[in-house]
């Protein structure tokens, strides 16, 4: 009887005990990042953003860089699998040669989500993509230029990486719409790699090509760190951006807007960097049964000069 007791009196702190250790790190979720790199401004806040959401979540994230580089990444997410962790957020460099690992983390029964861009593979080998409709992006960039010129245009265009979702998408979606209007017209297209150095280096050839920049009306740029390039190039060759050549691009980085306020750009749309919240919410879901949707979308809107020195403010 006294056992009994003694034992009895010995519950409440087991259970105390035991809810500490399911708490602690030892016991936390693990999950592996695979990011694709740090190439621009809204790539580190995207980084940023998802390590946040995992530390208020109480994950552990193990973070892997690739440096743009495909064979990096599937390194990476084989090394996920050996550590056996319980779910792999890959954000893809280029769209195609994925099957072969993502049919390893299947067999491993880990999911996989892939952020912000997709891949060319059997859905059924990954739980879900989050990420925004890159070609609804590059369509409403079209719209707003076909507004804007009454549908008359020259336009230069700075390309993503040769490869990615994010390029091919916004490129099909913008040429859609332009398509309709037979005085609008891409003259220049090559990809800057998504780069501030390698917006400004394409933009500089794309001057020299067109007479220094008389025969361009407007610059469509694949996303804000090649347009901030190109912006610079802009004003070396002695003309004003947003006036002399329409600066539009997509992602909505601090610095757009700071551009946009001084003058020197037209508009932005946003690409949304909080990824890491619908990720972690998608394999929650499905470690409790649940169907998730094969694509989260996650679309901003787009922004124009009238409110850029306060979302500069908001976002710096």
Known sequence: MKLSKTFTSMLPALAASTAVLL????????????????????????????????????????FSDAQQRQENQIKAVRSFIAQGVDG??????????????????????????????????????????????????????????????NGVCDIVELQGTVGSSAAIDRKTGFDSVISNFPNMNIIRSQSGDFTRAGGKEVMESFLKAEGGGDNICALFAHNDDMALGAIQAIKEAQLQPAEDILVLSIDAVPDIFRAMADG??????????????????????????EEVDKWIKANGPLYLPDTAEAEYQARR
Do not use: C, M
Not at 30 to 57: D, L, P
Not at 131 to 139: I, K, L, N
């Open 23 to 62: 708490s602690s790190p030892a016991f936390a979720e693990t999950y592996g990042f695979s990011q694709i790199g740090s190439e621009s401004g809204w790539r580190t806040s995207e980084t940023n953003s998802i390590k946040a959401e995992a530390e208020a979540r109480g994950i552990d994230l193990k």
């Open 88 to 149: 792999i957020l890959l954000a893809p460099v280029v769209e195609t040669g994925w099957d072969q690992v993502l049919r390893e983390a299947q067999r491993a029964e880990i999911p996989v989500v892939l952020i912000d861009r997709g891949v060319d593979a059997d859905p059924s080998l990954y739980l879900t993509k989050v990420a925004s409709d890159f070609t609804e992006e590059g369509a409403l960039a079209a719209s707003w230029l076909a507004a804007e010129t």
């Open 264 to 289: 020197e750009a037209n508009a932005t749309i946003e690409l949304n960097p909080h990824l890491g919240g619908p990720a972690f919410d998608a394999i929650a879901a499905h470690e409790q049964g």
